[in-house]
Structures are given as C-alpha cells and as structure tokens.
C-alpha cells in the first residue's frame, strides 16, 4: 500500500481508480439510461436549460418493446446464439485435438504445423474478407449461418490450440505413461486421463471463443444479407438505422440486450475468462 | 456348447481387426495425422485458400459477377497513385501508433493500481473488463450517441464545467474524428492491457520490491528497475496482438464515422471494404486489404525478435 499521509492514498490511488472506472464503465450507464427515456426527453438538445442528461425523469420501456415485437431483433439473438454455440464446439474439438497432437506428440513436421497455427492466430479477419466472400459465395454458403459456423474457427481453433497446449503442456508425462503401463492405448490415454485434466482450459478456451463469435462483426456484415439471417452486431447496425434516421431509443436497447447473453456467461465464469485471455498472450 | 463358441470365435476375429486401427493410433506420427486432420481442413479450406484467392483477385480486374481477367500488378501501382488509398495508409499509422501508446500507458497506470490491496478487488476487476467483453460494435453505438454533436452528454459536461463555450463536432469535424475514434479504441483496449500485464505483475516475486525498498529505492525507481524489465515479455505479447488487431481495425470506424468525414478516419479495412464490397471492385478491395500484409508481417517479424531478445536477456 501506499506509504505516507492519508491525501497521498487519495491522491494516488482512489481518485485515479475512480476515474478510470468511471471512463470505463460510462458507456454502459449511458446505453441504459437512453433505452429507457421516452423520445420527448431522449431529442432535446444539450442546450437546452432543462436538458438532465444523467437521469430519466419519466423512464418508459417503450423502446425496449418495440424492439421485441416491431424488429427481428429477438430472431437475431437466437441466430448469433446458435452460430456461437456450434462455432466454439466445432472449434474447441478441433483445439483440444490439435492441442493435444502439438504438445505431446513427436512427428515430422510437427514443429512447422505449430508455427503455422501460430501465425494464422495472428492472422486479422479484415485481411481476407474479400475472398472469402467469393467462396462462400461458390461453395453456395452465402446468407446462411454455415458461412458463419465455419469460417469462425479460423481464428477460433488458432486460439484454442494455443490456450489448451499451455494447459497439456503442464501435465506430467508421467501420468500418461502410467495408464499405458496399465494397458491403455495411446487413445484413451488421450481421453480418459488427459482430456479431464485439462477441464479448466477447456472450459477457459469454451467461454473465450463463445465471446469471441459473439462479437465477431465483418464477417457477419459481408456473408449475410437477409434481415433474417442477421446477428446481433448486424442486425442492429443495419436494421435500426434507416437511412439517415437513427433510433436511439431502440438502439441502445438493442446494444444493452444484445449485450446480456456474453455479460451473463462473463459473470458466472469471470475467472475462467481472465485465464483464457491472459493465458492467449502467453508466449 | 455350440452357441458360446460362435460368440467365442466372433470375439476372436472382431479382436484383431479392433486392434489393427487401435495398433495404427499407437503410432505417434498416426495419432497426430488424425489428430490434426480436422483443424488442417478447416485452416486450410478458410485461411489458406483465401490467401491464395486473395492473391489472384488482387492481380486481376474481376468484379462482383464477373471473373476477370490477369492485369498484373495494375491494381496496386493504382493504389500508389490513389490519393484516397494514400491517405488512409497514413490514417491507419497514425491510429495504430497514437492508440497503442495510449493503451499502454494507461493498461499499465490501471494494472499498477489494480495489483494493490484493496476491498472489493475482484469486483473491481470483473466490471475493469466489461468494454473488452461487450460486443464492440454495440459499445460503439454507445459513444456515437455519446459523441452526437446536438444531444451529447460529453458536450454538456464540458460546457457545464466551463471548459468550452461553444459545441463540439466530434464526429463531423475532420480534424477531430480521429481523435474521437482513438479515444473509443483506447477505450475498449486499455481493460484487456491491463488485466494482462495485472497477471504479469502478479508473477513477480514480490520480495524483490521489498529489497529494493530496503536498499533505498523510491517507488518511480523500484518501478523502472525492477517491475518494468520483469514485465517487459508480456508486455511486448500484448503490445503484438494489440498493435495487429487495430492495424487491421473495422468496426469502430464503420459504426461511428464510416471512414469520413472527406476521407478522414478511412484505415485500411473501412477503405477495403468501401471499394471491394460497397462499389463492387473485388480486386481493387483484395489489393487494398492484401496491401496491409507486408506492414502487418513486419510489425510481426520485429516484436517477434525483439520478444525473443528480451527473453534471452
């Protein structure tokens, strides 16, 4: 802690911090007190004398119902869920067997293949969008979340790889060799001692990608087009600004609803998180 | 009895077969072809492939639709002579480089106090990582109304405490709205530098700042001595990913400015997607954003080293 007199703490400390938290969590204050303020008070202008930006006098749930019924909004979030949720199991087998191969096994070329994991992990989506696009488009994927489920492990099962090797790479080779001693194949080695070890990185890997798909946006915008096949990120971006018109109330209902299913996963398993997203910078 | 020694001699021929896929798994280099097999397909399918394709779209003249024909390196000695291509290499620059030093002095001021006692540290922590968890493009729908020049809360607050006089354009002034867009971007990265380089501190050993301290350092010195070359590989891992993620930086600038005001906040990506997928020009949008590859391949190349060399260090 800090030494000295009491002002220094604040100096130093408290007021720093408070100001960061303040900075970082403003946004999020902002999209809930707009959702819920009625058009009368959301479009009065920042002159005007009884312009009370930090509260809603009259807080109404108007725009969050007309986001429900009048827009696809609820036909997105059940979209990018399923997207997210088959995208990160196709890209956590892929991960956990790969990890696997990359951290424990001897085999020629072995060291070229992790190198290459590694630089498509570096790989950003904006590089290849466009010709991805036209392939999607020849392998008749466009406008369907398969466009989406498999072009997400790209950066996905990078990321998992990665993450789970540093998990496998922990365990004592010693464990494996005693289950062979004892009969097991190479296999259920593999399944039955390694895998549940590595739960919690499995878990960490899970929730990361699951974050991850949610957020994705690009790909998103470039291979849909139907306002039904949208996501969340899409949707929302495409179909609640209509022509020059932006809907703030729906908006930013639209970002705090769009916003719960990863803030709830976040919440429950914050530790988890924090082990896959510092465990991914780890060389 | 008869029965049993159908059964028996079943077992006996199903064995072996069993083993003959079981005894091929044995085999290391075996285990780890079928092992990797799924991920080679799909890296191999959506990364590898498009590269490719991106290459060849990127030296012909193709279009939505139409599949065009060799031009060459046409589409990228255009590029050089295209003033708005210019423009956004340079914007992309200066929004990498502003943003990431930002990011890093700030991550590091919020890491530094967050690795302190303090009650409700894990709280604090949780809520510190929100902008880095909640979808970006949502986030960012959050600033653009935030930064709206007739109904922001920013200009208020400032005209409140007597700072301006008259209202700001945050988003429609050119000169601003790649300060504005930065300061979103610095927003959303300074949580996910310092709940990184937090997990760094952590691992330092914390009596080598009490020796420090008992040798005489003062707190700015036992910062720069001992903390900051402990911390540096992580710090320059981070540094990596980030630098490379906003380099190739989309969605901020597509939701808050689309790139303008006249060309203002167009990087890379916005300017890719402009040509290749709003105008239509495949190839010139694959050259634009293929153009980013040689600058994202050294940024890697140089950290990769430098990584390298403070490791060894």
């Known amino acids: 802690m800090i030494e000295g007199a009491k002002w220094r703490r604040w100096v130093y400390f408290y007021i720093p911090l408070g100001v960061f938290i303040l900075w970082l969590l403003f946004p999020f204050y902002w999209m809930l007190v707009t959702s819920v303020r009625p058009d009368r008070e959301l479009y009065r202008p920042w ?76 790989v950003p989506q904006t590089l290849l969008f466009i010709p991805l696009a036209s392939i999607i488009r020849n392998f008749k994927l466009g406008d369907t979340p398969w466009a989406l489920i498999l072009t997400y492990p790209t950066f996905l099962i990078p990321f998992c790889t990665w993450l789970l090797m540093g998990y496998f790479k922990a365990i004592p080779r010693e464990l494996e060799e005693c289950a062979r001693i004892d009969g097991a194949t190479r296999w259920k080695a593999m399944l039955y001692i390694i895998f549940p070890i590595a739960v919690p990185g499995i878990l960490s890997a899970g929730i990361f990608a699951f974050t991850l798909s949610w957020n994705e946006f690009i790909y998103a915008l470039v291979f849909l087009s139907s306002a039904e096949q949208k996501t969340v990120s899409v949707g929302v971006t495409s179909e609640l600004v209509r022509g020059d018109v932006f809907y703030w109330g729906q908006l930013m209902a639209g970002a705090l609803l769009g916003s719960v299913p990863v ?4 919440s429950f398993f914050v530790e988890y998180y924090v082990a896959g997203l510092t465990g991914s910078v780890k060389g | 009895m008869a029965v049993s020694d159908v059964i028996s001699q079943r077992a006996y021929v199903a064995a072996p077969q069993r083993s003959a896929a079981t005894r091929l798994l044995e085999d290391e280099r075996w285990l780890a072809a079928v092992l990797l097999l799924p991920t080679v ?12 394709e991106g290459v060849w779209l990127s030296v012909t003249d193709a279009t939505v639709g139409v599949p065009g024909h060799f031009v060459g390196l046409a589409n990228f000695t255009a590029l050089l002579h295209d003033s708005i291509f210019l423009v956004a290499v340079q914007n992309t620059f200066v929004y990498t480089a502003v943003a990431t030093v930002f990011k890093l002095a700030l991550g590091l001021w919020l890491a530094l106090l967050l690795n302190r006692h303090f009650r409700g540290k894990a709280f604090t922590r949780a809520f510190v990582l929100l902008p880095f968890i909640i979808p970006t493009v949502l986030s960012t729908f959050a600033w653009k109304w935030m930064f709206d020049p007739t109904f922001s809360v920013i200009n208020w607050t ?25 300061i979103v971007n610095v927003w959303r990265g300074v ?30 010195q036992r910062f720069w001595h001992v903390t900051w070359p402990l911390l540096l590989p992580v710090t320059m891992v981070v540094v990596l990913f980030s630098v490379i993620q906003t380099f190739a930086d989309f969605q901020l600038v597509y939701v808050l400015t689309g790139g303008g005001p006249a060309n203002a906040t167009q990087l890379f990506a916005t300017y890719a997607y402009q040509i290749g997928v709003g105008t239509g020009l495949l190839s010139q949008g694959a050259a634009v954003s293929l153009a980013m590859f040689p600058f994202l391949l050294i940024i890697v190349v140089v950290q990769l080293l430098y990584i390298r060399r403070v490791e060894v260090h």
């Open chain 1, 263 to 266: 803030a709830f996963i976040y």
């Open chain 2, 158 to 182: 400032l005209f409140q405490l007597g700072l301006i006089h008259s209202r700001i354009n945050w988003l429609g002034d050119p000169n601003l709205a790649l300060i504005s867009v930065i």
């Open chain 2, 41 to 52: 397909i799909l890296l191999g399918l959506f990364i590898a492939y498009p590269f490719v």
């Open chain 1, 47 to 122: 002159m005007a004398p009884n312009y009370a930006p930090f509260w809603t006098a009259h807080p109404t749930l108007v725009h969050i119902v007309d986001l429900l019924t009048q827009t696809l909004f609820i036909r997105w979030m059940a979209n990018t869920l399923f997207i997210a949720i088959v995208s990160t199991l196709i890209s956590l087998f892929c991960g956990l067997l790969a990890g696997y191969a990359l951290s424990r096994l001897k085999f020629p070329g072995g060291g070229a293949l992790g190198t290459g994991i590694f630089i498509t992990y570096l």
């Open chain 2, 191 to 220: 949580p996910f530098y310092a709940i990184s380089l937090l997990a760094g501190l952590q691992t330092i050993n914390p009596e080598l700042q009490e020796a420090a301290a008992i040798d005489g350092a003062r707190p700015w």
